[in-house]
């Protein structure tokens, strides 16, 4: 009864830019990376994603770093559109999201920040309950497999 939801999660800092973009290979060819092979996906419901997904995300679970995070400004900014060395363009549908978890923004620049929505969640602000409550509903799930 849920929102049919897909997604994939990275740290975007456990490979390099060219890993996480794609890059030009000695010939010629252009060789995906992780993150344009998903949102690739995404926007084409290729692979496990689905036109009836009604929320496909990309989870990038690492701190905001100034040499990957500039090739996301014209996806985060009116355009959404992510454009590769390739001159392949992937549009985001309305059902796609970038989520970043972080623990700063030491490294974001101005640019960066002016185009995402920022949430600061402190964890004095969220107690104890939250982990309480997972941790129940993780061993209600193991009981009924």
């Known amino acids: 009864m849920g929102i049919e939801t897909e997604f994939d999660c990275l740290d975007p800092k456990a ?3 060219d890993e996480l973009f794609g890059v030009l290979t000695k010939s010629k060819e252009f060789k995906n990376g992780v993150l344009s092979q998903i949102i690739k996906n995404q926007s084409k419901n290729q692979g496990k994603y689905k036109s009836s997904h009604k929320a ?3 989870i990038l679970d690492g701190d905001i770093d100034p040499e990957w995070i ?3 400004n014209t996806v ?7 454009t590769l060395v390739s001159n392949d363009r992937f549009p985001l549908t309305p059902a796609m999201r970038l989520l970043f978890e972080i623990s700063n923004l030491k490294y974001a620049t101005p640019a960066t920040v002016s ?3 920022v949430l600061f ?3 004095s602000d969220i107690g104890w309950k939250p982990y309480f409550e997972s941790w129940i509903n993780s061993h209600k799930k193991d009981q009924l497999l």
């Open 15 to 17: 490979v390099s830019s």
């Open 56 to 58: 496909k995300w990309s």
């Open 70 to 72: 500039e090739s996301l």
């Open 76 to 82: 985060m900014d009116d355009n959404k559109v992510l």
């Open 115 to 117: 185009r995402a929505g």
């Open 121 to 123: 969640i402190n964890e």
